[in-house]
């Protein structure tokens, strides 16, 4: 921790070196991050760049005291991610919109016994757009609005996705036993 704390303190004098350090530090999880919400690795990595470009930007404005760093720069690089998806959603898939027939959604989350590598495995044998709103909602905390409102999309497509994750993660857990 005493080494974040220095190469911390180097971002803040906007020292390359320590920017680099934090970067490659923290790249293999934000890259697993953004592979949640793109297929293609230039629009991961644009994201990640996006992010850690707001990072490194802001730095002086987090606050030990409201939280760990980590969390500060992972939600800022998801931020990014999200910003870069709703920015080119018309171009990566068209999400099908879907009248909300279904009721209310189960709050039951099918990953609460699993552990990350597993959870991570599982998510990329869902659809691209599926597996963007399973991972908001059960991994990031996301509300059903929230989401709608991050990808421009109704509620109704929202419940109707995690609706099919949790169908989808049914089977594939089935066919484990």
Same mark, same amino acid.
């Given at each position: 921790?005493?080494?974040?704390?220095?190469?911390?303190?180097?971002?803040?004098?906007?020292?390359?070196?320590?920017?680099?350090?934090?970067?490659?530090?923290?790249?293999?999880?934000?890259?697993?991050?953004?592979?949640?919400?793109?297929?293609?690795?230039?629009?991961?990595?644009?994201?990640?760049?996006?992010?850690?470009?707001?990072?490194?930007?802001?730095?002086?404005?987090?606050?030990?005291?409201?939280?760990?760093?980590?969390?500060?720069?992972?939600?800022?690089?998801?931020?990014?991610? *999200?910003?870069?998806? %709703?920015? =080119?959603?018309?171009?990566? +898939? &068209?999400?099908?919109?879907?009248?909300?027939?279904?009721?209310?959604?189960?709050?039951?989350?099918?990953?609460?016994?699993?552990?990350?590598?597993?959870?991570?495995?599982?998510?990329?044998?869902?659809?691209?757009?599926?597996?963007?709103?399973?991972?908001?909602?059960?991994?990031?905390?996301?509300?059903?609005?929230?989401?709608?409102?991050?990808?421009?999309?109704?509620?109704?497509?929202?419940?109707?996705? *995690?609706?099919?994750? %949790?169908? =989808?993660?049914?089977?594939? +857990? &089935?066919?484990?036993?």
């Amino acid at each position: 921790m005493d080494t974040l704390y220095h190469t911390l303190a180097g971002c803040k004098r906007q020292e390359r070196q320590s920017q680099e350090k934090l970067y490659r530090q923290f790249y293999p999880v934000l890259f697993a991050l953004c592979r949640n919400f793109f297929e293609d690795k230039h629009d991961i990595v644009t994201a990640i760049n996006n992010g850690m470009l707001k990072v490194f930007a802001n730095i002086d404005r987090y606050d030990p005291a409201k939280g760990e760093f980590f969390n500060w720069m992972y939600t800022t690089v998801r931020n990014a991610a *999200l910003t870069l998806l %709703r920015d =080119r959603k018309t171009h990566a +898939f &068209e999400y099908v919109e879907i009248e909300d027939k279904m009721g209310l959604i189960s709050q039951e989350n099918p990953f609460e016994q699993l552990s990350g590598t597993d959870i991570h495995v599982y998510l990329m044998q869902l659809p691209i757009a599926t597996r963007r709103i399973c991972s908001l909602y059960y991994m990031d905390g996301f509300s059903v609005k929230e989401i709608a409102g991050s990808l421009a999309i109704s509620e109704g497509t929202v419940k109707w996705h *995690l609706s099919e994750s %949790r169908n =989808r993660l049914k089977v594939i +857990f &089935e066919n484990l036993l």
